[in-house]
């Protein structure tokens, strides 16, 4: 479920519950984040609700003081979605992104173990933490021009088996990987600032 937001229609009030009196949801941007209206991708909308959605966080993004999209791992925004220029100049990725440990889960790590040995499903379950960021960071870059940001925000993600050649983060993607801190803001801006130019050349 999305931060601060109600679901409707599966009865009673508040947090998980319908609101008889149908409140608007948080995900249509009536809130702001640094002055920008943000926008929460709901798991359990409907595809036309989410394309709907997606297709106005675009149109405000391109305009003003642009927007914010909060998507959801493995959900349509972070795979599936083309979110190129001025749509999508900053991919943010909280944590690593590794798959429920579902049964079916389990069973598939167990199966890796049986086949390639122990430790093969560990490996497994990480791959597939790291390709979903692949995929989040795909909707970054959309054609030779495009550009933006992406941070990673976990210290994971700063460590040799992150960064190796077997890790299966994209190479464009470890190749580019800096450790940032409070130099961070300064860093992005510059980098704004050096593309804008180039572009406008």
């Known amino acids: ?11 009673g009030d508040g947090e998980g519950g319908a609101s008889a009196s149908a409140e608007p949801s ?7 984040m640094m002055g920008k209206p943000v926008y929460i991708e709901d798991q359990d909308a409907a595809g ?12 405000t993004a391109c305009r ?5 999209f909060l998507g959801v791992m493995r959900g349509r925004a972070s795979e599936g979605a083309d979110f190129k220029d001025q749509t999508a100049r900053g991919v943010i990725v909280i944590g ?3 798959p429920s440990l579902s049964t ?6 167990a199966h890796n173990d049986s086949i390639f040995g122990r430790g093969a499903g560990d ?15 795909g909707r970054l870059i959309r054609h030779q021009n495009d550009f933006g940001f992406l941070a990673l925000m976990d210290a994971r993600y700063d460590t040799a088996k992150a960064k190796g050649g077997n890790s299966a983060l994209s190479s464009w993607v470890r190749d580019g990987l800096k450790t940032c801190a409070r130099e961070t803001t300064a860093d992005v801006r510059r980098f704004f600032e050096e593309r804008q130019s180039a572009v406008a050349v």
């Open 96 to 98: 690593v992104p590794f």
């Open 64 to 68: 003003g003081p642009g927007a914010v």
């Open 1 to 11: 479920q999305s931060p601060g937001k109600k679901r409707k229609g599966r009865g």
């Open 48 to 59: 036309e609700d989410n394309s709907a959605l997606i297709q106005e966080y675009k149109t």
């Open 123 to 137: 490996d497994w379950y990480e791959a597939e933490a790291y390709r979903q960021v692949n995929q989040a960071a």
């Open 104 to 109: 079916e889960t389990q069973l598939i790590k």
């Open 26 to 32: 948080l995900s249509a941007g009536v809130f702001t």
